[in-house]
């Protein structure tokens, strides 16, 4: 294994690590959410993507949050073949993509934020 390759192991682990731990801060941070209004909700995150009326006075805001993080690959390396031959590349010089997705849910009562819920494995702190 080369270098690189190891290096770029390293990494993705590095982040799994982190988001064991930003998950739990995720989960704090909306839970300090609980008795705020919604005009402060919308200040701090913005337009919500979807709001939906579900009983007199209770609604539903929906946040998305969907992000690409590339881990580059490695430059490639050439062997050659013979004296007057081509140039054969080895090694993955494309790197790997991974595709992170967060899908927030505030419940409000008369305008207060009375409950939360979230889902994926992109949802860190904001």
Not at 11 to 22: E, Q
Not at 50 to 78: C, L
Not at 91 to 105: M, P, R
Request: proline share 3%; hydrophobic share 35%.
């Amino acid at each position: 294994m080369t270098k690189m390759r190891l290096l770029n192991i390293s990494l993705v682990c590095s982040v799994l690590l982190f988001s064991c731990r930003s998950v739990q801060n995720y989960d704090d941070m909306l839970h300090s959410w609980l008795g705020q209004s919604e005009a402060q909700l919308v200040a701090t995150w913005g337009a919500p993507v979807n709001m939906q009326t579900i009983a007199p006075g209770r609604q539903i805001f929906t946040y998305i949050n969907e992000k690409q993080v590339t881990v580059p690959g490695e430059a490639p390396n050439y062997t050659a073949l013979g004296e007057d031959s081509d140039y054969n590349t080895y090694d993955d010089s494309l790197g790997e993509t991974f595709d992170y997705y967060c899908k927030t849910i505030f419940t409000t009562q008369d305008d207060i934020i009375v409950g939360y819920s979230w889902e994926g494995d992109g949802c860190l702190m904001r």
